[in-house]
């Protein structure tokens, strides 16, 4: 049997983002471990440039649903979209990029589908035939294999940075229009605007050294020893979700897929854990150091320098140890 | 308003992981549980909305015995009944499976809204939320950020958070179901008086004939997919970890950090 795979592809006023591409790339690799053919989708409104961008990639075609009425995303108009294209050509699989809006309609989508739903794969391999995918549980720690049963089709979404865009296989698809009953497909929410998120006032992306502290400084009243590590090193201070959210620091220190994403020369981690929403917002950077007291924190798979200890008592002796080696 | 709140129970990820015997999760065994993080700040702002309309918050969880703890805990800190699915039937879903379940259970009772947790912090699909609208045809918003209720017109203004600092403000009917991102208010403490009341609120346990639900589409049978195994992610490709106290640790960095990596 020769398995059909479709990459849908998400974009914003017709710009494609990196992860889209990675989507496709994990297509074209799952097509070809499993003896297939790859495909890709777009939606969205006047999509014939982004359609042709798509094109140039080795691909069997491209579906694009282009409606004014997809202009704007709303789950009721991308999950009935999808949904018919589905149940019309049958894919296999069918692969997403893992974004917030991805979450938002993928799993009412299985669910008029019947389709097994596999939310954040990081990768694939080929078991007995079938396909088994991985994906982090329990904040990262540890990875979980998952496989589909029964018939009908699989939807995943791939986590960023699973699969890489640099790999992509260039080609030349042939654009194919998805003809639907767009009037026919309500939207579920009416959406009033889109708007920034308040506090954007720090630019971290620019920092070449970033400091950030997690939920493993325990308390507001210690962030000082963090900022003081920070200035040492001339950086700029950092900080994960939960020291956000309970008000530690301000919004715009924060680093993840809901914060900033940053590349420094130097990122110090100090009680952070490594969650996947941090991670895709820091990995990139040149050399990681984590200082948290659990060993198994899945922070150090990412770090190139680790000290597994008390952040209490490690930050305040790096920085004694950094004006000392200043001074000498 | 009449609020269904469901809610996860999950271990406690800080402390050390054991791969269970059957290899397919973590050995429970001597882990303590919680209130999924996100599911905490659900039931706070459920609570807000009870207090300001006057209305009524029932929670909803779905799991085995040990989850009466956290149920106990949403009723001290003021829902009004709870509802257990502990059934052997209703257990080791995935979402489409678990989410069917806590639908049927929600639909017996005549609410306005669901609050739950964007994601929970053990299986991480954040999904069941979104499964539980598409079961009662109600609209739904993913990693809610801000809630405005318009009583009068049986509307909610929703704030969604989207990628790169951006969020969508939307406008949706009620009854609906809104999957809340933690960080939206400050959670409660449960008072001594409401741990002393919850000791007095109903916990019911309906089986899925209760419900009207066939077995055969919830638990284990129902999912769509299963889980082969859990293991932690290879080692070695990880940090140079660097031993010693905390200032023999911290010199041997700063001289890594000059020497080995040069970028001091």
Redesign the interface.
């Known amino acids: 049997m020769s398995a059909k795979i479709w990459s849908v592809l998400q974009q914003r006023d017709g710009e494609i983002q990196k992860i889209s591409w990675e989507a496709v790339r994990a297509g074209q690799a799952l097509a070809a471990d499993l003896g297939g053919s790859a495909e890709a989708v777009l939606l969205g409104s006047g999509m014939q440039e982004a359609g042709n961008e798509v094109g140039q990639c080795s691909l069997g075609s491209v579906h694009v649903a282009d409606d004014e009425s997809l202009a704007i995303y709303t789950?009721?108009r991308f999950a009935r979209t999808l949904e018919a294209a589905i149940a019309t050509a049958q894919p296999d699989y069918v692969l997403f990029p893992h974004?917030?809006?991805t979450?938002?309609?993928?799993?009412?989508l299985?669910?008029?589908l019947?389709?097994?739903?596999?939310?954040?794969a990081v990768s694939f391999e080929i078991v007995d035939g079938s396909v088994?995918w991985q994906?982090?549980?329990?904040?990262?720690?540890?990875?979980?294999?998952?496989?589909?049963?029964?018939p009908?089709p699989v939807l995943v979404s791939l986590q960023s940075g699973a699969f890489s865009a640099d790999e992509l296989e260039k080609g030349s698809a042939p654009i194919e229009t998805l003809s639907l009953d767009f009037a026919a497909m309500a939207p579920?929410?009416?959406?009033?605007?889109?708007?920034?998120?308040v506090g954007?006032e720090v630019d971290l992306s620019q920092a070449p050294v970033i400091v950030s502290v997690g939920r493993g400084i325990g308390d507001a009243e210690k962030i000082p020893i963090m900022q003081e590590l920070a200035d040492a090193?001339g950086g700029e201070l950092g900080a994960s979700?939960?020291v956000?959210?309970s008000g530690w620091l301000p919004r715009d220190r924060q680093i993840g897929?809901?914060?900033?994403t940053v590349t420094p020369?130097?990122y110090v981690a100090a009680g952070i854990?490594g969650a996947i929403q941090h991670l895709v917002g820091m990995k990139g950077s040149?050399?990681?150091?984590?200082i948290n007291k659990?060993?198994?924190a899945?922070i150090?798979?990412?770090?190139?320098?680790?000290?597994?200890?008390?952040l209490h008592?490690?930050v305040p002796?790096?920085t004694?140890?950094?004006k000392?080696?200043s001074e000498s | 308003m009449r609020i269904a709140v469901c809610i996860k129970q999950v271990p406690d990820i800080e402390a050390r992981l054991r791969v269970s015997g059957d290899g397919t999760w973590i050995d429970e065994e001597d882990l303590s549980f919680v209130i999924n993080e996100s599911d905490g700040y659900a039931l706070e702002e459920a609570l807000q909305i009870a207090e300001r309309t006057s209305g009524e918050v029932v929670v909803f969880s779905l799991g085995p015995e040990r989850v009466r703890e956290a149920l106990r805990k949403a009723l001290a800190l003021g829902a009004a009944r709870a509802v257990h699915l502990k059934d052997p039937a209703f257990l080791g879903g995935d979402s489409l499976s678990t989410g069917r379940a806590l639908a049927g259970a929600i639909a017996a009772g005549d609410f306005d809204l669901v609050l739950t947790g964007s994601q929970s912090d053990d299986v991480g699909f954040g999904s069941t939320g979104t499964v539980i609208a598409g079961e009662l045809g109600w609209p739904h918003v993913w990693l809610v950020m801000g809630v405005e209720l318009d009583e009068a017109n049986k509307k909610v203004k929703v704030t969604r958070e989207m990628e790169a600092g951006m969020n969508e403000i939307s406008n949706l009917d009620l009854p609906a179901v809104l999957e809340i991102q933690a960080g939206l208010n400050k959670p409660r403490y449960a008072s001594l008086r409401g741990i002393m009341q919850a000791k007095k609120k109903e916990i019911s346990e309906p089986g899925p004939g209760d419900l009207g639900l066939a077995p055969e589409s919830l638990g284990e049978t129902g999912a769509k997919i299963e889980v082969l195994s859990v293991a932690f992610p290879e080692a070695g490709k990880g940090a140079q970890i660097i031993e010693g106290d905390a200032e023999t640790a911290a010199r041997t960095l700063v001289e890594k950090l000059q020497k080995e990596a040069r970028i001091l």
């Open positions: 789950p009721g974004t917030y809006q979450v938002d309609f993928l799993p009412g299985a669910q008029s019947d389709a097994a739903l596999v939310p954040e088994v994906r982090p549980v329990l904040g990262g720690k540890m990875l979980a294999s998952v496989r589909a049963k029964g009908g579920d929410r009416e959406i009033l605007g889109i708007e920034e998120a954007g090193l979700r939960p956000i959210d897929s809901s914060g900033q020369k130097l854990s040149q050399v990681i150091v984590a659990d060993a198994g899945p150090f798979n990412v770090a190139h320098y680790g000290i597994v200890g008390d008592e490690v002796a790096v004694a140890a950094l000392e080696a």
